[in-house]
Nanobody, 124 residues
Framework: QVRLIESGGGLVQAGDSLRLSCAAS????????MGWFRQAPGKDREFVAG????????YYTESLKGRFTISRDNAKNTVYLQMNSLKPEDTAVYYC?????????????????WGQGTQVTVSS
């Protein structure tokens, strides 16, 4: 099991940027597909971005392409989510998730390990 701890959330204004980090421990994540999900109040958890083992392939929900960037540093056992031009509708709890193996999925049920989440609030 991989333990994941997110950080970097906070309260920002529309147009600002934030960089979320997800630090993993317990196992190396170099053989895990990693993903970021988010959940706004009253809504289902939704896929935000994913990244392959090496970082060579990335995946984004269509509406966030161009504003969000996922990356990873396997040497640091850490995954990042750079969020630019934030909008009030980006307000949510952001979760990091890990899935062992190379197959990639956008469904939250396919991920085995989850962090506790970090709150991102964007004011208008």
């Amino acid at each position: 099991q991989v333990r994941l701890i997110e950080s970097g959330g906070g309260l920002v204004q529309a147009g600002d940027s934030l960089r979320l980090s997800c630090a993993a421990s317990g196992r190396t994540i170099s053989t895990y597909v990693m993903g970021w999900f988010r959940q706004a109040p009253g809504k289902d958890r939704e896929f935000v971005a994913g990244i392959s083992w090496s970082g060579g392939r990335t995946y984004y929900t269509e509406s966030l392409k161009g504003r969000f960037t996922i990356s990873r540093d396997n040497a640091k056992n850490t995954v990042y989510l750079q969020m630019n031009s934030l909008k009030p509708e980006d307000t949510a709890v952001y979760y990091c998730a890990a899935r062992q193996g190379s197959a990639f999925y956008t469904g939250s049920r396919e991920y085995n390990d989850w962090g506790q989440g970090t709150q991102v609030t964007v004011s208008s």
